[in-house]
């Protein structure tokens, strides 16, 4: 099971809404938990649709701020057991019969107001036994060590993070990649960078699943970066899967390039080396051979498309993990732009393929949509060829 915690500041934003929907799309959790959504439930209900996700549980925003939402997919039994603007607990019940809490944390971000997210961390803890999983933005640094930039932390508000932990007799269950999750993105000597993200667990934990850090993801949108959380067994070992072929389908998306049509037609008109003789063997090699040359050109035209993302993706972890955007920032600030222009790429050419002519350029993604595209999914299929 996967889960990712993630302060999106503001998941209305098209620009974070892209890179959410690339994410999920690439990481797949079970589990994620938003903070700061800036969304009201019905909003954030539609949201939901389209990250698809069959389960939602959402904490309206108070005014124009704050905001959770939790939301899992429809393999995993989860059941909310209280909720706050500042949390939302639940417990997960698992196939083998045995059950732990999973909970998410928004942290008081005003410094004399984070005595309650500790309170509320200690209420928390005292309410069950189960292994016990607590995640999200603290709002707080563990460590003095865990800041860079601007002025010091004061010590005491640091102790009173690190004694809640303690009272709650949590462990901190580390990071791995970058060691900030929190910039206030004003690169140079101005640069502020924080760890205020992090995954926590209590003693029973280990009886369910090993304790494994959690894993810092670059976020281009948002001031927090996504952090992941796989759980594993553990009994979980190793093993080695036998090497499947996946099956080839014709890409729905090759219908709107011209082409597409060209291809088709060159080797269909094409002088067949087969028996014409049985015309359900030619039908089947033709179809083979458009299908091989499809691929071809579908590597060729989409491929490279993939693979500079993910060059600048690699670029964007290189500039962070080697600190030098905090003398310049501007190396950082074009490779996000680059990304981010990549997946609005994306997104426009699904919705060109939905072929839903008056859906304007750059609205966000409907229901209409995802039923559009699925109506010529389905319509497009060959079930059979019917003679005379």
Known sequence: MKIISWNVQGLGKSRTFREAQKLLQELRPQILFLSETKMMAKQMEAKRRMLKFENCFVVDRCGLGGGLALLWTLDVSLEVKSYSKHHIDAVIHNENGSSWRCTGVYGHPESEQKKHTWSLLRRLAGMSSLPWLCFGDFNEIFNLNEKVGGNERNPSRVHEFRQAVRDCRLLDLGLKGYPFTWSNRRFGPQLIEERLDRFFCNQNWGSLYQETAAKNLISLSSDHNPILMELIGKETRQRYKRRTFRRVHYEDMWSGYEKCKEIVQQEWQKKSRWNEENPIELFNKKAKESLGELQLWSKKEFGGRQKQLEQLQNKLKSIRHSFSH???????????????????????????????????????????????????????????????
């Open 326 to 388: 905090y003398d310049c920032g501007d190396e950082l600030k074009k490779t996000e732009n680059q990304i981010d222009n990549i997946l609005q790429d994306e997104e426009i050419f699904w919705k060109q393929m939905s072929r839903a002519d008056w859906l304007k350029e750059g609205d966000k993604n409907t229901k209409f949509f995802h039923a559009k595209a699925s109506a010529r999914r389905k319509k497009n299929r060959i079930g059979g060829i019917l003679n005379e």
